[in-house]
């Protein structure tokens, strides 16, 4: 089953995506048999309801909604009171979307300390703190761990192993995990830390990691076109339980994002029943 | 102990370092009390016996040697003929500097080939074509895992843990593994790996990992100034019995390399003392 993620078709810079909005996003993704989409709040304002029943009504799920606030490092919002309201913002739209999952990327490695231990342990800490809210709302949230290279400000999740741990820590019924290609592929333990993770993942996102990766964040391969082994990672996180959605998450400003959405669409289904 | 590895002057971009020769780098070095140098081959050219001894003749170590060709990957050179070549020219430098370690940075993921397990199969291979001409000349092949944010064209090692099992697959007592504080500051799961790679750690790097790194390659940062915990690494290398020197290696060509050198050595001799 498949799904998008609507960072594939550029949603978050303006001029690329062809300006689609929420609505027409919906009805592409139903005229061509996928499962779900996944949007990002600056998508939604004030209509998560609306968006919500219309995915309903063109016969697809909202898979998850992207994302909490960081929780932890140097980005994170500048009080504890607004961190807390924008996560409760974020679960308050989930809800209201009727998404599942909220992606809960975590923040980096906190200001004053050193090595990504300390701000694992203020992470879990947080979540804690967020985690009843959220369930009393019926959403999860999927801690996704982020590729090494952002250990300095976005993420203090290197693997999912690290993710586990944070989770472990927490240990609510609604905090679980989301896998992610373009952050795992190159983890040659990703298989038991999945079957470690089992039954806690929520959420598999697809794209590709390109051997020559010119940008730190928006140069993401499109599947097949890079070196990740993708039916070994979709194997290992089918292998722990999971049978929710592939979601294609594609943040590419150099080329995905400037073609015609259209294309993006039909390309990204063509390569899942080819080479995923 | 601790060493220079030239590249922190920025040896190798033009208008960097002031363009200090290896001659003058060796005098710095010797006046602070440094215990050694590791240099690269740009810089030696026909010169490695005198270079060599100049250093010893200043009272200090020619610590290591960067680099080999890359074994496998898009970046390989085009034959095995010139592969082979390339391999034995960086040895027969290494042996007539009298340098004890040759840096192996192993090249990305094989074409043709998807994830890290194929390329890390035939690098053992390729590896161990090349082990034998190495402890013939006495000389030590140290395999440094990278970030995974190289591992698309630049490794297929990742972890300590990759680079241990790659070892293991070639099982030459003259291979062991280089520990760069940039490549492995992320990893959770780093002492456990440090502790099973015990005997077999030939070099120690040291630098920071900037939380706002701003460039994939050149932006590396002097000890304190980034998130890496440099004492826990350090304690790890040393716990596995790792009783070299710790080697200064910053690639950073929008700040340190735009400095006066002997300005980057006293920095890095004061940050060695108070934050390693």
């Known amino acids: ?38 949007f990002w709040r600056r998508e939604i304002g004030s209509r998560a309801f609306a968006i919500g029943n219309r995915v309903r009504a ?21 009080t ?15 809800a209201a979307l009727g998404a599942p999952v909220l992606t809960l990327v975590t923040g980096g490695i906190e200001p004053g300390t050193k090595g990504p231990h ?8 947080r979540v804690a703190e967020g985690a009843d809210y959220a369930a009393r709302h019926e959403v999860n949230l999927a801690l996704e761990p982020l590729n090494p290279l952002y250990g300095g400000n976005r993420t203090c999740l290197m693997t999912v192993r690290d993710a586990l741990r944070v989770c472990d820590m927490v240990d609510a019924p609604n905090v679980g995990i989301a896998v992610d290609v373009y952050h795992v592929w190159w983890d040659t ?21 390109l051997a020559d990766t010119r940008d730190m964040l928006l140069d993401r ?31 590419s400003a150099g080329n995905w994002w400037r073609r015609d959405p259209d294309e993006v669409l039909d390309t990204m289904i063509d390569r899942f029943r080819t080479v995923c």
């Open 1 to 38: 089953m498949l799904a998008l993620n609507t960072a594939t078709l550029g949603h978050n810079l303006d001029g690329y995506g062809a300006g689609w909005s929420p609505e027409r996003v919906i009805d592409a993704c139903a005229e061509r048999g996928l499962a779900g989409i996944v």
């Open 58 to 78: 063109a016969g697809m799920e909202v898979v998850g909604l992207c994302r909490t606030p960081f929780l932890v490092g140097p980005l994170v919002p500048p």
């Open 80 to 94: 504890r009171e607004a961190r807390m309201d924008d996560f409760r913002a974020a679960v308050d739209m989930a």
């Open 118 to 125: 300390e701000s694992q342990k203020r992470l879990a800490e």
């Open 189 to 209: 333990t990703l298989a038991e830390s999945c079957a470690a993770a089992r039954g806690r993942i929520l959420g598999f996102h697809l794209c590709d990691w």
């Open 221 to 251: 391969g499109m599947m097949g076109d890079g070196v990740a082994d993708l039916r070994a990672i979709r194997a290992a996180v089918k292998g722990a339980g999971y049978s929710g959605t592939c979601e294609v998450e594609i943040f």
